[in-house]
């Protein structure tokens, strides 16, 4: 579904990524992880056309997406969940999700709206709460629903589970597997806490300073003690 090659990326003359390539199929999970400063984030922000690409391309279901604005990306079905700001805390849940599909008829967007409930009941009761009231996950949750009100096939999510209690990061990583399992979507995570990362992806990419270390089975990540301990801080 999505294919970077050899992406070299920035900001305008500063470089923070040096050739990263990977695909991301249909029904799988792509887990980036690395230390701080890695270029995790940076990746996300060149991929959507956040950041300056000095290199490389982005080919999104055999296109080349490279140069595109982010709102041309998004329609095509590219979502992009930043860490912070991903929603509009002074509307109520249920405004933020009438934003996500504003582009929709009304038949549309009734739909859309009872099979993003659907899938994300935790959002259901508050729907008319404004989202600045709401929790770290439920706040995530809300970002999520505005990205599959869109009907996004590719979701790019930027550390969900940062500052979050540990009850609701495996109810948030759950939820980002359902998006594989059950709705068959493309994900790329981005995860500070490595090992949760590890565990639900079908496939890792270990940056540090901007290269590409590792592609390929976490298990084979995990199990390398040297690459591990050092970069991931999991012994």
């Not at 920035?10 to 690395?34: M, N, P, Q, T």
């Not at 009761?125 to 600045?132: A, H, M, T």
């Not at 869109?150 to 759950?174: G, Q």
Request: proline letters at 4%; one cysteine or more; hydrophobic letters at 45%.
């Amino acid at each position: 579904m999505l294919a970077v090659k050899e992406l070299k990326a920035g900001y305008d003359k500063l470089k923070v990524l040096y050739g990263v390539s990977f695909e991301v199929r249909e029904r799988e999970i792509l887990a980036v992880v690395g230390p701080n400063g890695s270029g995790k984030s940076t990746l996300l922000k060149a991929i959507f056309g956040l950041a300056t690409v000095h290199g490389g391309k982005v080919v999104f279901e055999g296109e080349d997406i490279t140069g595109l604005p982010p709102h041309v990306k998004a329609k095509r079905g590219l979502a992009y969940l930043p860490q912070i700001g991903n929603t509009f805390e002074r509307l109520t849940v249920y405004e933020n999700l009438m934003m996500a599909g504003y582009t929709l008829s009304k038949e549309e967007l009734k739909e859309r709206m009872e099979e993003v409930l659907s899938f994300l009941p935790y959002i259901a009761p508050y729907l008319g709460r404004k989202v600045w009231n709401l929790s770290g996950g439920e706040r995530q949750m809300v970002a999520m629903a505005m990205a599959l009100m869109r009907r996004a096939k590719v979701l790019m999510i930027d550390e969900p589970t940062a500052a979050l209690a540990p009850k609701v990061v495996k109810k948030l990583l759950r939820k980002i597997t359902e998006l594989r399992d059950v709705l068959g979507k493309g994900v790329i995570l981005v995860e500070q806490n490595a090992r949760s990362a590890l565990e639900i992806c079908d496939r890792a990419l270990l940056l540090v300073a901007g290269k590409q270390i590792f592609l390929g089975d976490p298990n084979d990540l995990l199990s390398d003690r040297d690459l591990a301990r050092t970069y991931l801080g999991v012994k």
